[in-house]
Structures are given as structure tokens and as C-alpha cells.
Nanobody, 118 residues
């Protein structure tokens, strides 16, 4: 059974930092493109960052230069280091694992709240 468990969310002041973690179980990690999505109140879920199996990373324009995605295949864990946080980064952050090319299967974590507030 596949499970993704996020941790590391919380309340932080503008300009602060947080690191999110996502541990995967179910022997899929090495096969998966991993990603972080977020959903703010009243908005659609959006892709924040993604990292391929070979470590190639993608970032949404809104987080480039501030967020860093990484993965540790041995620990089956991905991370999102978030620096210089802004009010508009407030959202529930979701861990995503995507497997397959022609037919893609997505797995999701339960989400972790990140609140940027003074």
C-alpha cells in the first residue's frame, strides 16, 4: 500500500524559512517523479516544484530562487526547503508521487499547512 506522509508545516513570519518532508512507503519512490503542490483557500491546487528520478528539478515562477526541492532515494524522502517566505505562500502543501509515462498514476499525501503571518 502506498503512503505519503508530509511533515514540517507550521506558522512562520514573512522572510522566514521552513522545510517540508515527505516520506514514501510502498516501494514506489525510486520509480516516481516527486512533486509538491499547494492549495490556498479559494484557489485551485497548483504545482510548486517537481523533481524527476534523475534529480532534474522544475519550479513554478512564483517560487524560483526561494524554494529548493530535493530527494533522497535511500530514505525514500523528498524535501522542500522554503526560504524568504511570503504571505502568498500560505497554503496547504501536498506531496505527490507520479508513476508511469503513457499511463500516469498519482498518489497524494494528506497535506501540511503552511501559514505565513506576522
Amino acid at each position: 500500500q502506498v503512503q505519503l506522509v508530509e511533515s514540517g508545516g507550521g506558522l512562520v513570519q514573512p522572510g522566514g524559512s521552513l522545510r517540508l518532508s515527505c516520506v514514501a512507503s510502498g516501494s514506489i519512490f525510486s520509480l516516481a517523479r516527486m512533486a509538491w503542490y499547494r492549495q490556498a483557500p479559494g484557489k485551485s491546487r497548483e504545482l510548486v516544484a517537481a523533481i524527476a528520478r534523475d534529480g532534474t528539478a522544475y519550479y513554478a515562477d512564483s517560487v524560483k530562487g526561494r524554494f529548493t526541492i530535493s530527494r533522497d532515494n535511500a530514505l525514500e524522502t523528498q524535501y522542500l526547503q522554503m526560504n524568504s517566505l511570503k504571505f502568498e505562500d500560505t497554503a496547504v502543501y501536498y506531496c505527490n508521487a507520479q508513476i508511469g509515462s503513457t499511463t500516469r498514476v498519482n498518489y497524494w499525501g494528506q497535506g501540511t499547512q503552511v501559514t505565513v503571518s506576522s
